[in-house]
Structures are given as structure tokens and as C-alpha cells.
């Protein structure tokens, strides 16, 4: 037994060694196999930098005749011109903008001005020298905060706990914003002002029109009650005026001419008028909240900011673009090339070796 405990240390020993090597070997491979990586990608950079030395001349005469049919391009190209509204839809009018802007940009891109004129009550002529029209939603991240913010008010709890602000993020859609801006591209500088109208021009359908209507009619409820409630508000100040004035009398008058009590009727008075003062700078600030509201809602879709008087002049660089595109043609073919030298070899090879 005693022979038995001395080879249990030994054999204890013998594991942990053989674990530490086994932990060396892994940490060995995988080094190697990090350092493998480094040398093939390190090949492959001096394989790149050797295609390119002996292509040199041939790559930089397809960049300097990218970069001259870009210039030719460009000084052949017309200058245009571009400005951009920002609007407010109100009353669920979101979707028919959008409806109606798509449709715009296709007459524009299809080039039919005659029904593109008659829907912005502009000339054939002028719509003609439109180029394109296209809505693009205001997306912040206050935005979309306030839009959740709105959601949450608006959905009971429940469904609230299984809806995070992320997965919200992911399903608003272009008609849940409150601002839109509209670019308008067009060969004629003088245009943006004349096709505002006919822009925001949008079918009205009857629950529209009924939706403001009861929205406005709310918000003139609502700046009555108002109005009526200061009124009520003055007139309590004229009440507690009277009172104190006659507390005041009353305490003025010589002893003997019957039981006075003073309360200490200012403390009372100064309460009253604070009280009364808050109230009043509330129903203040209501009013003026309301007021904002209403012309807000005046118009189904407010303009924000208006296209400009004159565009701004604007001019397509392609100089660069060019130059990458003969680059990048010159360097696809050099490679078919060098793919079919290599094909070759490898065909010469195999009919050597049959």
C-alpha cells in the first residue's frame, strides 16, 4: 500500500505536464497560424505592388484618359439649379404628399411636361426644364424620440412592455414624421417660387376636411374657456379688493363704536393675490399655447421654409469619377490577362506531363 501512495504523486505529476504542453502546443498553433496570415497577406501586397510595376505606364495612361473624357464631360454639361422647401402636413395629409411627390419626380424623370404642367399650373415650357423632384423626411434622433414619446402616449401599457425604443426605431415609416424636405432640381432658375402651390396642391377628401374643422372648433372652445375663467379671475380681484379695503375701515374705526376684531387681514390679501396671480400667468401661457396651435392648423400643410426666389447654381464634377472608372477598367483588364497567361501555362504543363 505504501508503494501505491508514492506512485499517485508521480502519476499527478505527469498530468499537469502533459497539460501545460498540451496548453503550449495550442498557444504555439495558433500563433503560427496568426503569423501564416500576416505572411500571406504580405505576399499578396508585394504580389499587388509587382502588378502594378510592371503595369505602371499602361494604368496611368487609362487614369490621365479617365480623367480628360471627365473633363470634356463636365465642360459639355449643363449647369442646373437646385432649392429645397421644408413642410409640415397636418391632419394626416403625410401620405398624400408623398403620393403626390413620387408622382411629380416620375413625369419628371420620364420627361412628360405637359401633365407635369397641369398638375403644378405652370407652363409646358417650365416644367420641361424640370429635372427632379424628391421628398426626403426631417430624421433626427429628437425625432424619432418624440415620435415615441407621442406612441407612448398613445399605446396602454401593456403592449408598451413588449415594445423597446430600438425595435420602434426600426418600423417608423416615411408618412410618421412630422417635417418633410422637398429638392427640386431644375434647368430654369426662376421656377422653385411658381411650382410652390402647385406642390402642395393635395386632394382633400371629406374626413380631412372635416378633421380641421373640429380641430379648430376645439381649439376656439378651448380660448373661450379661457377667457371666460380670467374674466372670473378679474372679477375676484375686484371682490377681494372690496373686502380688504372694508376689513381696513373696519379696523380704523375709534374704540366704543362697537366690537372690532383685525385678523390680520394683509397676510390674507397677499395669499389671495399670489394665488390668483399664478392662476392668471397659467391661463396666460394656455392662451398662448392655443394660439400657436391655431395657426398651425390653419393650412393642411405648412411651409416651414420656402424654395428660394433663385436656385442655387449647381454643376456635376465627373472629372474623378471618370478617372476611377478608366483605372479600374485598365486594372480588370490586366488581370484577364494575367489569368489567362497563367490558364495557358497550366495547359502547357498538362499536355507535357500526358
Excluded: C, W
Aim: glycine share 4%; no cysteine.
Amino acid at each position: 500500500m505504501s508503494k501505491n501512495l508514492q506512485e499517485n504523486p508521480k502519476t499527478d505529476e505527469i498530468d499537469i505536464i502533459e497539460i501545460f504542453n498540451l496548453i503550449g502546443s495550442a498557444i504555439k498553433s495558433f500563433f503560427a497560424f496568426i503569423l501564416n496570415i500576416f505572411e500571406q497577406l504580405f505576399r499578396l501586397l508585394i504580389l499587388f505592388a509587382l502588378f502594378i510595376k510592371r503595369n505602371i505606364i499602361i494604368l496611368s495612361i487609362a487614369l490621365i484618359l479617365g480623367f480628360v473624357v471627365g473633363f470634356v464631360t463636365d465642360l459639355n454639361q449643363k449647369t442646373f439649379y437646385t432649392s429645397t422647401m421644408v413642410v409640415e402636413p397636418n391632419f394626416d395629409t403625410s401620405t398624400q404628399l408623398i403620393d403626390n411627390i413620387k408622382l411629380y419626380s416620375q413625369l419628371a424623370r420620364s420627361r412628360d411636361s405637359v401633365a407635369l404642367a397641369q398638375m403644378l399650373e405652370i407652363t409646358p415650357t417650365e416644367a420641361s426644364n424640370i429635372i427632379s423632384i424628391d421628398l426626403e423626411a426631417k430624421n433626427t434622433k429628437n425625432t424619432r424620440l418624440k415620435l415615441f414619446d407621442d406612441f407612448v402616449r398613445q399605446t396602454d401599457t401593456t403592449t408598451l412592455k413588449n415594445i423597446t425604443f430600438e425595435e420602434f426605431e426600426q418600423n417608423i415609416s416615411l408618412a410618421d414624421y412630422y417635417q418633410y424636405f422637398i429638392h427640386l432640381d431644375s434647368k430654369d432658375k426662376s421656377v422653385f417660387k411658381k411650382v410652390e402651390k402647385g406642390i402642395l396642391n393635395i386632394p382633400l377628401t371629406p374626413y380631412i376636411q372635416s378633421l380641421k374643422e373640429t380641430e379648430l372648433e376645439n381649439l376656439n372652445a378651448q380660448t373661450r374657456n379661457v377667457h371666460s375663467a380670467l374674466d372670473k379671475i378679474d372679477s375676484l380681484r375686484v371682490d377681494y379688493k372690496k373686502i380688504m379695503l372694508d376689513e381696513e375701515e373696519k379696523a380704523k374705526r375709534p374704540l366704543g363704536t362697537g366690537t372690532t376684531f383685525y385678523m390680520g387681514t394683509e397676510n390674507i390679501r397677499t395669499t389671495n393675490e399670489l394665488q390668483l396671480f399664478d392662476l392668471e400667468r397659467n391661463y396666460n401661457r394656455t392662451l398662448e399655447e392655443v394660439a400657436i396651435e391655431k395657426a398651425k392648423k390653419q393650412n393642411y400643410i405648412n411651409i416651414i421654409s420656402g424654395f428660394q426666389d433663385i436656385g442655387i447654381r449647381m454643376k456635376k464634377q465627373n472629372k474623378l469619377l471618370y478617372a476611377l472608372i478608366g483605372l479600374g477598367l485598365a486594372m480588370l483588364f490586366l488581370m484577364l490577362r494575367e489569368i489567362n497567361k497563367f490558364l495557358l501555362s497550366q495547359e502547357k504543363n498538362l499536355k507535357r506531363n500526358a
